[in-house]
Nanobody
Framework: QVQVVESGGGLVQAGGSLRLSCAASGPIFSLNTMGWYRQFPEKQRELVASITSAGSTNYADSVKGRFTISRDSAKNTVYLRMNNLKPEDTAVYYC????????????????WGQGTQVTVSS
């Protein structure tokens, strides 16, 4: 089955950097928009950044100029480079992928990773 697996979270001091990775695997016919979301305690999940299969990107205002999303289509992987991290970036970060499988090439489904914790200390 399709799997979406994140890696790269951790603890970093304010002003530091981290890179998150997310790899999709399984019977993938096409991998469309991929994105990173984050969730603060007792808050709804919010979009951080997304990238289409054509490479168009979209960012939340709070991360523009600090975070960069990119993808390696050959590896079915999306990355999130986070620079100048702030304590308010502390959250669980989730990867999302719009995937069409070989089993049903007419339907795109959303797949989520398990989440990775990012903690920024002041």
């Amino acid at each position: 089955q399709v799997q979406v697996v994140e890696s790269g979270g951790g603890l970093v001091q304010a002003g530091g950097s981290l890179r998150l990775s997310c790899a999709a695997s399984g019977p993938i016919f096409s991998l469309n928009t991929m994105g990173w979301y984050r969730q603060f305690p007792e808050k709804q999940r919010e979009l951080v950044a997304s990238i289409t299969s054509a490479g168009s990107t979209n960012y939340a205002d709070s991360v523009k100029g600090r975070f960069t999303i990119s993808r390696d289509s050959a590896k079915n992987t999306v990355y999130l480079r986070m620079n100048n991290l702030k304590p308010e970036d502390t959250a669980v970060y989730y990867c999302n992928a719009g995937i069409v499988t070989w089993a049903d090439k007419w339907k795109e489904l959303d797949y989520w990773g398990q989440g990775t914790q990012v903690t920024v200390s002041s």
